[in-house]
Each structure stands twice: as structure tokens, then as C-alpha cells.
């Protein structure tokens, strides 16, 4: 069994910047790749980011230029590095991961941008 956890979340301004973790524990091995997706009050879960196996990353189009996804592989941890954040970013954050086939998620973080 995999366990994803996030951390990070909380109340920030208009244009700064938040960090996310996500750390995998449990039977982690053969990540296929880690990833984010997000849901606001009213909408569709959305991805933001995911970043593969050989450290690739992928973004969504309004958030290019402004997240980073990292991963730290020793840790089987996935990092976002949010900056010049806006008032629609705010989500619930969800840690994605496919694992030896198996997709798994985490149980979210809430980051919410006040203008």
C-alpha cells in the first residue's frame, strides 16, 4: 500500500508564493510519475503539473512561467513551487502518483490567494 501526503497549504496574498510536498511512503517503488491536480469550489479537478520519471515536467497552460515542479527522488517526494500567485488559483491541491501501475491519490491541501 502507497500513502501520498501533502503539506504546504494555506492562506497567501495576491502575486506571492507558496511551496507544496508531497511525500510517498509506503511500497513505493517504480514510479511511473508524480504529479498535481487541483479543484476549485465549483469545478472539474484540473491537472497543474506532473513530472515523470527522468525528472520531465508537464504544465497546464495557466500556470506555466509561474509553478515549478520538482522531485526529490531519494525522498519519493514531488515539490510545487508556486509564485506570482492569483486569486484563481485557489484550490484544493491534490499529490497524484502512478506506482508499479497503480495510481494513487493524496487527500489534498487547500491553498487559497486573496486578492
Known amino acids: 500500500q502507497v500513502q501520498l501526503v501533502e503539506s504546504g497549504g494555506g492562506l497567501v496574498q495576491a502575486g506571492g508564493s507558496r511551496r507544496l510536498s508531497c511525500a510517498a511512503s509506503?511500497?513505493?517503488?517504480?514510479?511511473?510519475?508524480m504529479g498535481w491536480y487541483r479543484q476549485a469550489p465549483g469545478k472539474q479537478r484540473e491537472l497543474v503539473a506532473i513530472i515523470t520519471s527522468i525528472g520531465s515536467g508537464n504544465y497546464a497552460d495557466s500556470v506555466k512561467d509561474r509553478f515549478t515542479i520538482s522531485r526529490d527522488f531519494a525522498k519519493n517526494t514531488v515539490y510545487l513551487q508556486m509564485n506570482s500567485l492569483k486569486p484563481e488559483d485557489t484550490a484544493d491541491y491534490y499529490c497524484?502518483?502512478?506506482?508499479?501501475?497503480?495510481?494513487?491519490w493524496g487527500k489534498g491541501t487547500l491553498v487559497t490567494v486573496s486578492s
Open positions: 497524484n502518483a502512478r506506482i508499479a501501475g497503480m495510481e494513487y
Open positions: 509506503g511500497r513505493v517503488f517504480s514510479i511511473n510519475y
